[in-house]
């Protein structure tokens, strides 16, 4: 048995209910509370005594009861483990233990790199000449490089093994041989805490990959990790930046955007999300100009959209990334202020799939966001669009026989059916699926937002995206 799983078993033997889950109504043998993951009036989330698993049958959420801590308090499943652990009063001595020696290893290869870039002229030249990075950036980032001398030399002169190099990912058996991983690569430390947990290696010259990562270990999961991330700034600022690359993330970081961070050279998921919300519910997404770019940014949106994140896409002009647009002068600031909020990127730029984004704009958003977006983006062309969904079916009943909830100025809201249906001087807007008992104060809650949005200055776009400033 590994370490973990070890460690895990002692966890639930000594744990309870009660420990995790807070004062839930014993019902037989079993647990139920009120679901902390959606509202509800009716317990319908159930915890299992003899594993501590829980299932909630009100929103579908299930797992473990360390599944449990990593969604409740957006943690990683290392951290979830400690959390319990220390409720359950085990030492985690022996996991500890166990990832000692990858970080050392890591270490030892970060002093070997960054020292190997301080006698190699042409890397330190591409570097402040080509990408136009400070010694500071470069210092701050602890960058280094490969050189002629085998990483796997120097650590085993260090008393590494074979096994420890191949394990940590620095290294690798090919022909009975011990090789470097990385090699003719500029070399980026990934770090957690001030710990170095892998690497990841960039080439000077048109090779592919362009970007090598450290591959998966028990401290590196590139899923979860975003490179230069500084909570801090991002609590300052109040949002995230999100970027592509590593050198987008430093020279973000020279020009003062210091809540910048990226993806490690994977596609945005729900690890990164996770991330990002301990320490903010906005991500401001700029990526590069380049029609691939602008695909990235709509799969990185629709991500954090449906993670129900704030924010927008910044749009770059052709051909530039930000490394590349900073560098000419330019500032991201005011791209961040011409930025489109998700629901307008996604809805101008998936018209072929009207259905699909009105479920995700409509049907699973709160009130607020929807009237957000009909008060900014309710242009003639976007409100046909979203006439073309439902007006065919809605339009060969009379609407206007149908009870009336709410009317404001030239809106009214009717109930037709298990639906309540904007109209606008008399024309189908949209409708919107009830999914509370009191819908009159959602009615009138949807009418009231949008006639307080409209009221404000003319502005277009999310306001709270225009109040963004970089500190």
């Known amino acids: 048995m590994s370490d973990t799983m070890s460690d895990k078993a002692r966890i639930l033997e000594r744990l309870t209910v009660f420990d995790v889950y807070g004062h839930p109504k014993q019902v037989g043998k079993d647990f139920v509370m009120k679901c902390q993951f959606h509202e509800e009036k009716t317990a319908s989330f159930h915890i299992y005594t003899d594993s501590l698993s829980f299932k909630c049958y009100g929103c579908n959420k299930a797992g473990s009861v360390f599944d449990f801590v990593m969604e409740k308090e957006r943690v990683s499943f290392p951290e979830a483990l400690r959390i319990l652990a220390e409720k359950a009063g085990v030492d985690l001595s022996s996991i500890s233990n166990s990832n000692a020696g990858l970080f050392e290893i890591n270490s030892t290869a970060l002093n070997f790199y960054v020292e190997s870039l301080k006698k190699n002229e042409k890397a330190m030249e591409y570097l402040t000449k080509q990408r136009s990075l400070l010694p500071e950036s470069i210092q701050h980032f602890k960058i280094g490089c490969t050189n002629g001398v085998p990483l796997?030399?120097?650590?085993?002169?260090?008393?590494?093994?074979?096994?420890?190099?191949?394990?940590?990912?620095?290294?690798m058996k090919r022909n009975g041989e011990m090789k470097d991983f990385f090699f003719r690569r500029i070399m980026f430390p990934i770090a957690i805490n001030g710990r170095v947990i892998g690497f990841s290696g960039r080439v000077t010259g048109d090779e592919e990959p362009k970007y090598l990562n450290t591959s998966t270990t028990p401290i590196f999961r590139k899923k979860e990790i975003l490179y230069?991330?500084?909570?801090?700034?991002?609590?300052?600022?109040?949002?995230?930046i999100v970027v592509e690359g590593q050198l987008d993330v430093i020279m973000a970081h020279q020009c003062g955007y210091r809540n910048t961070c990226a993806?490690?050279?994977?596609?945005?998921?729900?690890?990164?999300?996770?991330?990002?919300?301990?320490?903010?519910?906005?991500?401001?997404?700029?990526?590069d100009g380049d029609k691939a770019g602008i695909n990235a940014a709509q799969?990185?949106?629709k991500i954090l959209f449906d993670g129900?994140?704030?924010?927008?896409v910044g749009i770059l002009p052709e051909g530039?990334?930000?490394?590349?647009?900073?560098?000419?002068?330019?500032?991201?600031?005011?791209?961040?202020?011409?930025?489109?909020p998700f629901s307008c990127f996604l809805t101008d730029r998936f018209r072929g799939t009207k259905q699909m984004i009105f479920n995700t704009l409509i049907l699973d958003r709160s009130l607020h966001e929807i009237a957000e977006f009909l008060a900014y983006r309710g242009t003639k062309e976007e409100i046909d669009m979203f006439r073309e969904i439902e007006a065919r079916a809605?339009?060969?009943?009379?609407?206007?026989?149908?009870?009336?909830?709410?009317?404001?100025?030239d809106m009214e809201v009717r109930k037709?059916?298990?639906?309540?249906?904007?109209?606008?001087?008399?024309?189908?807007?949209?409708?919107?699926?009830?999914?509370?008992?009191?819908?009159?104060?959602?009615?009138e809650n949807l009418v009231a937002s949008i006639l307080k949005i409209k009221s404000k200055a003319g502005r277009r776009g999310d306001p709270q995206i225009k109040r963004v400033e970089i500190r």
């Open 394 to 409: 809605l339009l060969e009943k009379d609407i206007k026989k149908d009870p009336l909830v709410v009317r404001r100025k």
């Open 228 to 240: 230069g991330i500084d909570p801090v700034a991002i609590k300052t600022a109040g949002y995230a």
């Open 299 to 301: 799969r990185t949106a």
């Open 320 to 340: 530039e990334d930000p490394d590349s647009f900073l560098r000419k002068g330019g500032t991201l600031t005011l791209i961040i202020e011409s930025a489109e």
């Open 152 to 171: 796997v030399n120097y650590l085993k002169g260090k008393g590494f093994t074979d096994e420890e190099i191949i394990n940590s990912g620095l290294g």
């Open 308 to 312: 129900k994140m704030r924010g927008g």
């Open 263 to 287: 993806p490690m050279g994977t596609s945005f998921g729900e690890g990164h999300i996770k991330t990002l919300k301990k320490y903010t519910n906005w991500a401001m997404v700029i990526y």
């Open 416 to 443: 037709h059916n298990g639906s309540l249906v904007l109209l606008t001087g008399g024309r189908f807007l949209l409708s919107i699926r009830i999914n509370v008992e009191d819908y009159k104060k959602q009615a």
